[in-house]
Structures are given as structure tokens and as C-alpha cells.
């Protein structure tokens, strides 16, 4: 019996210790619009793709929280309303992990209090290679709308936006509407010519729309993604990625996109001063050094 525990005592010595959550910053504060919690590009040094960011905040918060980065949302995230939460979690895509590392995090909303922000670097999650957004978005009979800030389209030009749904997933009844703007068919991406639903997932080819994808994203902050289930006991579903074909690594090097070309800006530096007047927003910084600039009332990354 002796040498049986001590077997065992020493199987034990050998087993990995339990991976921990890399702290990223621990306290209390109180989060407003004015007042938001910001964290260092240096912290998310070692992020990869698949991590799983976790903030934890206060019980009470009933309104909303937005993850942002470099002067906009930071892509990949959605809009997350808190509705009592404790926990807020996001499992990082290349554009987040690419913002992360290079302008770290800011926490903004109304009210809510954050305790601590983690990283849980053995999640496990499998981000698809060419997603913008991953995780599991629940959806059952209630209308349930996933909405994707529209940041994660930085710096892309696909032909297909693919949404992965999980395995209950029945197209017999399922409803699936793709749109940017509420009340107003004209921004509906998901139209019988565009959308086609197969083997688990919808396919929106990118050519078969009426107008181009810019002018979608530019009516409102995001694609939003509503499903519904039909029938008297609906079996729900999960939303598990949103991917663009093809995908092209974001690099950070401008924000998101301006309302026409011709829109006219002012360019400042990160000191306030007035470096150009009255230029057109797409070629506001040709010429320009590298280097943060506010244009237009937006912070770019040249």
C-alpha cells in the first residue's frame, strides 16, 4: 500500500502546473465616458490569436461597455450590453491582437466598474484563419442580434462574408437577417440574391449587392447579424464566427473609412497643432512622417 501512494506521489510531482490568467491590471475604478480605463500596447506583448481577454467588473452595471483602440473600436469586438454581468470576454482575432500589441486597450462606457483585466492564454477557443469576430453568440426565438463594430472591416475588400453557425443550427428554422441600418431595406445585405444558407453557414457574395460594402458600413456603427428561431419549442443556436474571403491581415495603418472622398478635413498632430487644412480625408496624409494624427476628429496611425 506504501508503494502504491508513493507512486502516485510521485506521478503527481511530474503533471504541469495549472496555466494561469496573465494579470494585465487589477483594481477598482470606476469607468464613464469621461473617465475610461486605459492599458498599456507593452502589456499585450506576448497576446496570440485565440486568447480570450477577460474583464471583470462590478455587479450592478446595466448598460453597455466598448473595447477600444487607437481612437476606435477595437475590431473584432462587439456591442456588449452588460444587463447585470460580471464578466465580459473576447477571444482575439489577428486585427485585435494586431491593435492590441501595437495601442493597447481603452475601456469606455456610461457605468460599470472594472476590478481586473485578464488574458487567459490556454483557452483553447480555435479562431478560424480568416476571422474578424469568434466567439458564441446565442440565439433562440427572442430576435437575438450579434452586432459587429464595423473596425473589423479595416482595411478590407472581400468577395464573401461567411457566418459559421454551430451544429443546432436548422435551416428549416432559422431566420438569419444581415443589415447595418434598422428600418430601412435599403441596407440589407442578407436579399435573396446575395445570401445563399449552406452546411452550417450563410455566404453573402460581396457582388451580388446593390451597392458597394463602404456604403453599408457607412450608414450606421456595425454589421448586425439577427437570428430567430421559429416554431412553438425552438431549438437555438450559436453564431461562432464571422470570416471574410479572402482576408487580408490588418496592419493598423489608418482607420477605419471616411463618408465620401471628397469629404474635406483638418489634420493635427498628437500635440494639437494644425498640420494641414481643409484636404480630402483620402489623401489627407500622403506625404506625411509616420506617426499618430488626429484627422477629422479621428485618431489614424500613419
Not at 498599456?40 to 497576446?47: G, I, V
Not at 450563410?202 to 454589421?223: H, M, Q, R, T
Not at 489623401?283 to 509616420?290: D, I, Q, R, T, W
Amino acid at each position: 500500500m506504501k508503494k502504491l501512494l508513493l507512486t502516485a506521489v510521485a506521478a503527481m510531482a511530474v503533471l504541469p502546473a495549472m496555466a494561469e490568467n496573465q494579470n494585465l491590471w487589477t483594481g477598482e475604478q470606476a469607468v464613464t465616458w469621461e473617465n475610461t480605463l486605459s492599458i498599456e500596447a507593452d502589456k499585450f506583448a506576448q497576446a496570440s490569436i485565440g486568447d480570450k481577454l477577460v474583464v471583470k467588473i462590478a455587479e450592478g452595471a446595466t448598460d453597455v461597455m466598448e473595447l477600444k483602440s487607437a481612437g476606435t473600436w477595437l475590431p473584432g469586438t462587439i456591442l456588449t450590453r452588460l444587463d447585470g454581468k460580471t464578466e465580459v470576454s473576447a477571444y482575439l482575432t489577428q486585427g485585435m491582437q494586431m491593435y492590441l500589441k501595437n495601442y493597447g486597450l481603452e475601456l469606455c462606457g456610461p457605468s460599470f466598474t472594472v476590478t481586473s483585466v485578464e488574458l487567459d492564454t490556454e483557452s483553447g477557443w480555435n479562431v478560424p484563419e480568416d476571422a474578424i469576430w469568434s466567439g458564441l453568440f446565442w440565439v433562440d426565438g427572442n430576435w437575438n442580434t450579434l452586432e459587429l463594430y464595423k473596425s473589423a472591416f479595416t482595411e478590407q475588400n472581400p468577395t464573401q462574408i461567411i457566418i459559421n453557425f454551430s451544429d443546432e443550427f436548422n435551416v428549416e428554422t432559422a431566420v438569419i437577417n444581415v443589415l447595418t441600418a434598422w428600418d430601412n431595406e435599403g441596407m440589407k445585405l442578407s436579399t435573396p440574391e446575395a445570401m445563399t444558407i449552406e452546411d452550417k453557414k450563410a455566404i453573402i457574395d460581396v457582388a451580388k449587392l446593390d451597392k458597394s460594402l463602404n456604403e453599408y458600413l457607412a450608414a450606421g456603427n456595425a454589421l448586425m447579424i439577427q437570428g430567430h428561431v421559429d416554431g412553438d419549442n425552438p431549438q437555438g443556436f450559436n453564431i461562432q464566427s464571422v470570416e471574410l474571403k479572402p482576408y487580408v491581415a490588418m496592419t493598423g495603418v489608418k482607420d477605419m473609412m471616411f463618408e465620401t472622398e471628397q469629404e474635406l478635413v483638418n489634420v493635427y498632430n498628437v500635440s494639437g497643432v494644425l498640420v494641414r487644412r481643409g484636404v480630402e480625408a483620402e489623401s489627407a496624409l500622403v506625404g506625411l512622417p509616420g506617426g499618430v494624427y488626429i484627422v477629422g476628429g479621428k485618431k489614424v496611425m500613419l
